[in-house]
DNA sequence: GTTGCAAATGCAACTCGTTGCAATTGTAGC
DNA sequence: GCTACAATTGCAACGAGTTGCATTTGCAAC
């Protein structure tokens, strides 16, 4: 994906940021990455190329990138935000509370509720990368189920 | 908003749950708050009553509640997750990026999304108490009228 | 009112992410 | 190649929230 590398690269530049080691490698790894990252995750693979890379700074070019909308983030409950540089189409996920399943699906389903807010109140709302949370279809099942409960009954 | 409360609690006994000191004035203070309450606030007023109450047993009874649905927790971007006992009919939120502002509305636009996703993906989502992000009318404007950027720009 | 025991608590240590600030560095202008 | 200066980094401290585990307690059974 050195296009994709190419591009990031172009808009940090057309904005006036610099090119630094860190972000350059922190830009290389996101962009060769086709599916979401922790930050943790991030920075050990930075570490590999470039040893004393610190917390901080890829948390800030992680903020920056997301600022310029070039990332995305998301947080699907597992404790720790993941980042990926937009695909498009744009996707969200949906989230069993239960299961912990993670379903993809297509904006598209979205578009129609963007409109909405648009027109009714004026709001451009980012329907870039969503998480949405519920329960997948065999765990509403399940729950329909057993209507006993217990305290920390699974 | 006595009537609250014990709805609150008699959930919490039908579910085989104790009730507990700290417990019953955490949910005392919930239910006679009509607006968002973050943990910390939270944990000062349960404080004012009973002094020695404990940030993990506050954040514990937050879990559990919201894990039964007899509230909601949404997260604004302010840095701190805001808890409401779940207010009918549902509302969500929309916050603005840039200026923060937070537009409350109801839950009704997405009805639509929430049948879908069911039709779709045969998933049920939680549509009771969301925080989406986006610019307001006025940043809209505000944002295409300067398209000269420069670093740390405002 | 005693007893038994799971539920609940208290506490300290931990994780993830943020922030303030001093030191360093990229880069534009010369 | 220097210089200047803002952008970036490194670090350590911080804040919100979570967790493991030993102790305590609500409550139901007797
Ligand atoms: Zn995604
Ligand atoms: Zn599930
Ligand atoms: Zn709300
Ligand atoms: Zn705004």
Redesign the pocket.
Known sequence: MKKQYLALVEQ??AH????????EI?LSILSETDKHV???TLLLRVRQV?S??????V??????LAQLGLIS?V?LGQ????YEVHRHPHHHHLVCRHCKQVIEVSANAFAALQRELLERHGFAADMDHLAIFGLCRKCQSQQAAHSGH????L
């Open positions: 940090l530049e006036g940021y610099r090119l630094t080691p860190q972000r922190v922790s930050a943790e470039y004393r890379a610190n917390k901080s700074v948390y800030r070019n992680l903020d920056l983030c947080d404790g720790r935000v993941e217990h305290p920390h009954a």
